[in-house]
């Protein structure tokens, strides 16, 4: 196979364009490795990507930072992985460990550099993650953005522990995982969302509290009285501008708000005097590194665990799954298979 169809997006203020195009199979060059990507999946930052909102792009980029598939073909000098073996990327191929730095944030799949939703895709080989055998290539596809923030955020940042209460905002891609991943720590959840229909499926998958923000926008104060006037000891913060202040009168003193996203953005910004008066640990975090990975997908295959799918389209209607997302109809993730 000389040729491969991908899709291209060309990033524009307002809604970017995509197209399905016939682009040369890359070759895997030295410490590379060539991946057949059989799914991708789609997150909120994938719109910003979109929509030119997220720093410097190409003109035009394969998009999306998540996708999985098999190994297609090593470059020199790669061991340790081999032809056939399945393997999700890293959203930030250069990070392989340790604290995030300047120089390891600075490219991101899917973005200002060729992502997963094409039948072929590069990646450095620390880069290529293996994936756990009980996962789909759907489910795995799922895996690097939204998955790997959440495990970053509850385990690495928040040091989550059996028995604490975690507050989680809304019902997307970063808050089912986190919903997931607090349940098998043994933590209580108290969980945010909009929808009835939603509130029902994250009652099934084991939340412990259902808030419905829309009817209760003083939400922070049902948080107080669920845990006896104490707060929450983590907040896994995707909302931003419109729900920051209130996850700050939520959280206990001392607790932890991981800021990750800006899913709510009607809002007034947030005292100062809150962070200080509670003594809040405040981290922001952007996604996690090649090693957290690895230690996500061992916990996955120990508990058996498999990440929610909502929706799953064929590459042609790509635009559908964008839209989508940018409506906020899904519940688990959005899927492309990659045929
Ligand atoms: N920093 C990082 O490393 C990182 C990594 C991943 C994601 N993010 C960011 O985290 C955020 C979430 O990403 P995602 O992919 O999980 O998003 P998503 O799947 O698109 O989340 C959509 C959900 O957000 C909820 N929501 C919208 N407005 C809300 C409001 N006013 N109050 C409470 N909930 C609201 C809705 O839940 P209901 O329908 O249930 O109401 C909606 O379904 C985004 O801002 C993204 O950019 C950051």
């Known amino acids: 196979m000389t040729n491969m169809k991908a899709v291209e997006l060309r990033p524009a203020h307002g809604g970017g364009t995509l197209s399905i195009a016939s682009r040369p199979v890359p070759k895997p060059g030295r410490g590379e490795v060539l991946v057949r990507v059989r799914a991708a999946s789609l997150n909120f930052r994938d719109l910003l ?13 394969v998009p999306l ?14 061991s340790g992985l081999v032809p056939g073996q399945r393997v999700a990327g890293a959203f930030y191929p250069d990070w392989i460990t340790g604290p995030i730095t300047a120089a390891a944030r600075t490219r991101s799949m899917g973005a200002n550099m060729d992502g997963m939703l ?9 880069a290529a993650i293996p994936v756990p055998d009980h996962l789909s290539d759907e489910e795995a596809a799922t895996l690097p953005c939204a998955g790997l923030t959440a495990w970053n955020a509850l385990f690495n940042v928040a040091a989550l522990q059996p028995g604490q209460d975690v507050l989680l905002i809304g019902s997307g891609g970063v808050s089912v995982f986190a ?19 939603k509130r029902a499926r994250l009652a099934k998958m084991g939340a412990h509290h259902l808030i419905d923000y829309k009817a209760s926008p003083d939400w922070h104060k049902d948080v107080m009285q669920l845990t006896d006037g104490r707060g929450v000891d983590v907040v896994v913060e995707v909302g931003g501008p419109g729900t920051l202040e209130k996850s700050m009168q939520s959280v206990r003193v001392g607790g932890t708000i991981v800021a990750i996203g800006f899913v709510a953005q009607e809002g007034e910004g947030v005292a100062p005097r809150l962070v200080i008066g509670k003594s809040v640990n405040l981290q922001g975090i952007t996604v996690g590194n090649c090693a957290q990975f690895h230690e996500m ?32 109809g899904h519940f688990g993730k959005i899927v492309i298979k990659v045929d």
């Open 49 to 61: 990507v979109a929509d030119h909102m997220y720093g410097a792009l190409p003109e035009t980029v």
């Open 179 to 197: 919903l997931q991943f607090a349940r098998m720590a043994g933590a209580r959840v108290i969980i945010l969302s909009g929808s009835a229909e």
């Open 65 to 78: 930072s998540d996708g999985a598939g098999e190994i297609a073909a090593l470059g020199e000098g790669v």
């Open 118 to 126: 094409a039948q072929f895709a590069l990646l450095p080989a620390h």
């Open 297 to 328: 997908n061992r916990a996955l295959s120990l508990h058996d665990l498999k990440p929610a799918i909502g929706h799953v389209f064929a590459m042609d209607n790509v635009e559908d799954a964008y839209a989508l997302q940018r409506r906020a």
